[in-house]
């Protein structure tokens, strides 16, 4: 298949280097002028060699002679090496390092260039074009244009998450759904087993999700995993562990082998009626090990696989009471709908003169929804003519005629890379580090594009906002799915990227030495260089550690580190590999099992996103002089439980974002970090009064989630506990988020109290109060609260919620009614009153209470969930639990209710749950709903009593 020459990695890098050039031309260094001139003529040598580069880019890879892409490989190598060294010569010249010898490496490098690959009349001509630097820039100033941001933010296209999250704008999937479920009825104690295949991006994910959904047949458990083509088999074990059984889960932490945990999740599932999923399941051995931990019994069970290939399907199907379902393409119909879905809210929408050209584009689509999304996501960022679509039309056509559908597709989706901008490709090809069918953390992902050099910019704050538009682009142009958006409906939280796209994506990146990959099987081929420029462990590497120390032989130039494996044997056993690199921006070890020694940190000058962020990962071990990693930003190590840190770290001048964990004494000197905008999660109880009072100095601060789980009456000084509502007071003006745990309940009304009558700009809360009615005064001054957590341990009466229903920007509310079974049953009455903007609502009761909407309550609200108690007389009055869910606005798209019940009251939750259906059903929305019973007392929507580090209040 013929390729697209769009090398996002050389242009992109070309343009960072360009920067660090003329940031060294500053008066900072105050350079000799011998090196002046020196670093002036790489500055002018690499503009001339950037403009060459963005005018391939623009080029198919057949137009492109092969000693010009020789010449392309070099010079994004060149580009890195460039950088590397003005790195160091940065790190070195704060140490006292030498100028003239960066100069006379970096010299030497061009030297050699312009010397290799038979190209010297290319280059020489490139030579005389940047004699002038004004000529320069109208030359080629419409290659320029290329690479400039966008002044204007991207927003997220409205209709974009819709595409991934809504059943209802689904299209084609009802009769392939109720095929499915007609396919897993059988006799009621019988084992059943369905295997969906097809090829990638036919949706086969999506339809199975559907049925997993749509069946609301009591099971004792369900679980939802997915294979992928390199599978982890320990981690996916857990991951179903962790669905079925918690408790299990956690004691399957001392579990070493995957024969241990399969006889683990076999044992747990034994004498359950359960309903798992198991997703892309690409190789026979694969589907053996899971099945192997799935017991087949006579409880009625339930079994969904999908996958590209026929054979593992039958596989799948073998010895068992199953059936195979192939899915097939859309039909022309909903592949019209999906496509003007996109483009337009609607078909009907679409130009007339635009039809017949649509049509000859989707035929084009095979019926294949990721294509049509892909190419719809191409379409919408194009003026809407029938030019326009018609030269789209000339490319598909020329790309993909005769090819297989798979490979059409591909090829539409190299069209869609091909359209980026340049920023957007590198950004886009960064994704490669994150494992397939990994869910990916937006915020953490704008971090690294920003620590990796790929956010064009200085300025950090403007960096990250530009880094969200980068976000939304790739989202709006279906390259990315989004898969948890906030409550304002504009912002994703959460993200992954279809299989299929995550393929072409690794194959770019590892052909341009973007990334090299590990993913169990040895490391991904690179075929430019024998550098590593970024490194991404995918699997666990305990076995083969020794292999990947040997081959990474020279680990100078690795610029990021990204492990997913489950142990660090390499890291510390072979740490001395890694301490020649001065140029490490990003070292993040996530799912890591063991404790993880980061004492070779502090060599890593260049350092700017350290974090171990996963639940797995054991008790770091920091280096006492970490003060070295004067470039770091972001510091996370919530999930490590360590007792202190070092006091070298009140040195980091550019630290922005510090996550620890609650265990944690931080020094006292906190006051020193005044680039902190984000500190979490604090214990106030065990910090010194001298660090509570320089909390309260950090001028920028803007995040804060603190611990205050102690009260006066155990002892604790005076002095303690006012220094704590003083320092709450004075950062209430400037705070946007704050989450408050205490254990005293009378201390948060001392701290509310105190606030200032200005309304802060206070935006998200979680808080914990005794009585809704003491706080309320206060609550209602945070005008510009748009996310409300409150856990409420007493009276939560018609007053205090009236309060909340008053908040005019509120966007997301989360009410979490606590205590126990003295406190009285309630109706808590929902009017239309308030609450005009709500669009989520999540109550969740661990006492015995009800919930009424009366019409016209909460006009916009689209999500609704609750978790109710339901005891042996739950009816109270007229109705039961849950009455008028009907009556709520137009907008209502999703409602999930879970039932904490006794076993001798099934029947009647049983009717309380047929009431609901039929509230549902009788809505003029139709939302989508889920029922779910538990017999015992935990609820499934998050009544957590206390605030984590990951939790959102979004209901």
């Known amino acids: ?180 479920i007609r396919l897993l009825k059988c006799e009621e104690k019988q084992h059943k087993v369905v295997s969906i295949y097809g090829i990638g991006g036919q949706g086969k994910t999506t339809l199975a999700m559907e049925v997993y959904h749509k069946i609301t047949e009591a099971f004792d458990c369900r679980a939802f995993v997915s294979v992928s083509q390199t599978p982890d088999m320990k981690r996916l074990l857990r991951d179903i562990l962790s669905q079925i059984s918690k408790s ?83 039909s022309d119909e909903d592949s019209q709908r999906l496509f003007f879905t996109r483009l337009f809210f609607s078909g009907d929408d679409c130009l007339p003169d635009l039809r017949k050209v649509s049509d000859d584009i989707l035929k084009k689509c095979c019926g294949l929804p990721l294509a049509i999304i892909s190419i719809a996501g191409l379409l919408a960022n194009r003026s809407k003519t029938v030019e326009v679509w018609s030269n789209v039309l000339r490319s598909i056509a ?90 304002d409906g504009t912002t994703v939280k959460q993200c992954r990227v279809h299989d299929v796209i995550l393929e072409f994506i690794v194959s770019k990146a590892v052909e341009d030495n973007f990334v090299t990959i590990w993913n169990g099987n040895g490391f991904s081929k690179n075929y430019s260089s024998n550098k590593i420029r970024r490194l991404s462990i995918q699997k666990d590497i305990s076995a083969r550690a020794e292999e990947i120390a040997k081959t990474i032989k020279n680990a100078a ?74 470039h770091l930003e972001t510091l996370d190590l ?38 902190l905008e984000e500190l979490s999660m604090i214990n106030l109880g065990i910090q010194s009064v001298e660090f509570i009072q320089g909390l309260g100095d950090l001028t920028y601060l803007k995040v804060l989630k603190i611990d205050w789980a102690y009260s006066t009456e155990l002892g604790v000084p005076k002095d303690h506990v006012e220094a704590c509502i003083s320092m709450l007071s004075r950062l209430f003006r400037r705070l946007r988020e704050l989450c408050v745990w205490t254990s005293d309940l009378d201390d948060t009304c001392l ?69 126990d079974s003295s406190i009285l049953y309630a109706r808590h009455a929902i009017s239309r009153q308030g609450f005009q903007r709500l669009l989520k609502f999540n109550l969740c009761c661990r006492r015995e209470a009800a919930l009424k909407f009366e019409p016209g309550a909460m006009p916009k609200l689209q999500r609704l969930k609750l978790a109710l108690w339901a005891r042996c007389q739950f009816k109270y009055g007229e109705g039961g639990l849950v009455i008028g869910l009907q009556n709520l606005g137009l907008g209502l798209k999703h409602v999930a209710v879970d039932v904490c019940c006794y076993a001798a ?15 549902a059903g009788v809505h003029p929305n139709s939302p989508t709903l889920q029922v779910k019973r538990n017999y015992h007392f935990a609820m499934a929507h998050g009544c957590s009593r206390r605030p984590s580090d990951h939790a959102t209040v979004e209901a």
Not at 438 to 452: F, G, K, N, T
Not at 797 to 813: Q, R, T, W, Y
Request: with cysteine.
């Open 905 to 919: 009251v099934a029947d009647e939750v049983e009717a309380l749950e047929d009431d609901i259906w039929g509230a």
């Open 557 to 630: 130039h690795i610029r990021s580190i990204n492990i997913f494996g489950f142990k660090l044997e390499m890291v510390h056993k072979h740490a001395s590999v890694f301490l020649n690199s001065q140029v490490l921006r990003v070292l993040n070890i996530e799912s890591v099992y063991d404790g993880c020694n980061l004492g070779h940190v502090k060599s890593f000058g260049q350092l700017k996103y350290l974090g171990t962020s996963d639940q797995y990962v054991g008790v770091p071990k920091l280096p006492k002089d970490i003060e070295k990693l004067q």
């Open 248 to 330: 299990d889960f956690h004691q399957s932490q001392m579990l070493e082998t995957v024969e241990q945990l399969i006889r683990t999740v076999k044992e747990c599932l034994k004498d359950k009626r359960y309903f798992i999923l198991i997703d892309d399941i690409w190789s026979e051995s694969a589907w053996d090990l899971v099945r192997s931990a799935l017991p087949v019994n006579d409880n009625g069970s339930r079994i969904i696989t999908t996958t590209r290939k026929k054979a593992i399907a039958n596989k799948c199907c073998t010895g068992i009471a199953a059936q195979m379902y192939e899915a097939k393409p859309l």
């Open 398 to 487: 020329a790309a993909v005629d005769k090819d297989s559908p798979i490979d059409k597709m591909k090829r539409i989706l190299l069209l869609s890379y091909f359209d980026l901008p340049h920023d957007l490709k590198s950004c886009l090809l960064y994704l490669s580090v994150f494992p397939e069918d990994y869910s990916i953390d937006c915020r953490q992902l704008i971090l690294l594009w920003v620590a990796e050099g790929l956010i064009p910019g200085q300025d950090r704050e403007t960096m990250e906002q530009r880094g969200r538009s980068y976000l939304n682009e790739l989202i709006n142009r279906s390259l990315v799915q989004p898969t948890k958006v906030g409550a």
């Open 751 to 819: 701290f509310m109290s105190s606030c200032v009558p200005t309304p802060p700009p206070l935006q998200m809360l979680h808080l914990v109060t005794q009585n809704l009615n003491w706080v309320g005064p206060q609550i209602s001054s945070l005008v510009n609260l748009s996310r409300l957590c409150i856990d409420v341990y007493g009276e939560a009466g018609k007053e205090g919620i009236n309060i909340l229903a008053s908040l005019p920007m509120l966007l997301s509310l989360t009410v979490n009614l606590e205590g």
């Open 1 to 180: 298949m013929a390729e697209v020459m769009a090398s996002a990695a050389a242009t992109s890098v070309m343009g960072s280097v360009i920067g660090k050039l003329a940031a060294m031309l500053t008066e900072k260094y105050k350079l000799a002028k011998d090196v002046e001139r020196g670093i002036r003529f790489l500055q002018e040598e690499l503009s001339s060699m950037d403009a060459v580069l963005k005018m391939l880019a623009e080029k198919d890879d057949d137009q492109i002679d092969p000693r010009a892409k020789d010449w392309r490989s070099k010079v994004r190598e060149l580009s890195y090496d460039i950088e590397d060294c003005i790195d160091r010569f940065m790190l070195n010249h704060s140490q006292g390092g030498s100028k003239a010898n960066f100069v006379r490496k970096a010299m030497r490098k061009v030297k050699t260039l312009f010397k290799d690959g038979g190209i010297a009349e290319e280059i020489r001509e490139l030579k005389s074009l940047v004699s002038e630097q004004s000529e320069r820039g109208k030359r080629y100033s419409d290659f320029n244009q290329c690479l400039t941001a966008s002044a204007q933010p991207v927003l997220l296209d409205p209709r974009a998450p819709a595409l991934f999250q809504e059943a209802s704008d689904l299209v084609g999937i009802d009769a392939p759904r109720e095929e499915i």
């Open 638 to 675: 919530r999930q490590a439980e360590l007792e202190n840190l070092p006091a070298s770290i009140m040195l980091l001048q550019k630290l922005v974002r510090l996550f620890v964990h609650e265990s944690v004494h931080l020094p006292d000197e906190i006051r020193n970090l005044q680039a």
